[in-house]
Nanobody
Framework: QLQFVESGGGLVQPGGSLRLSCAASGFTLDHYVIGWFRQAPGKEREGVSCISNRDGSTYYADSVKGRFTISKYSAEKTVYLQMDSLTPADTAVYYC??????????????????????WGQGTEVTVSS
């Protein structure tokens, strides 16, 4: 069974950067679309970014476009989320998740929280001065 472990969260000042890691085990990442989601206190879980295993396409929510970058290293079974120019609005628990593919990274696919079957435990990101 595909399993994920996220790491890299923490406390950062506004304008700072963090790199989140999502380490997979159980199956090769080549069979899965991998997404990053986040859930802020009192809010629903939302799709942040995802990367396709079919064509390498990527998706970013409008709120993070130009600031976040997703990358995948299949040999390492790791997916990263580089987060730059962080703001307090980015404060949330961040999760990575897997969806058996192959699918392109479209908004509808990458926002479908319920479609992703495999989830990590999350890593907390706090942006505050």
């Amino acid at each position: 069974q595909l399993q994920f472990v996220e790491s890299g969260g923490g406390l950062v000042q506004p304008g700072g950067s963090l790199r989140l890691s999502c380490a997979a085990s159980g199956f090769t990442l080549d069979h899965y679309v991998i997404g990053w989601f986040r859930q802020a206190p009192g809010k629903e879980r939302e799709g942040v970014s995802c990367i396709s295993n079919r064509d390498g396409s990527t998706y970013y929510a409008d709120s993070v476009k130009g600031r976040f970058t997703i990358s995948k290293y299949s040999a390492e079974k790791t997916v990263y989320l580089q987060m730059d120019s962080l703001t307090p609005a980015d404060t949330a628990v961040y999760y990575c998740a897997g969806l058996w593919g192959p699918f392109a990274a479209t908004q509808s696919m990458c926002s479908a929280v319920g479609a992703f079957r495999y989830w990590g435990q999350g890593t907390e990101v706090t942006v505050s001065s």
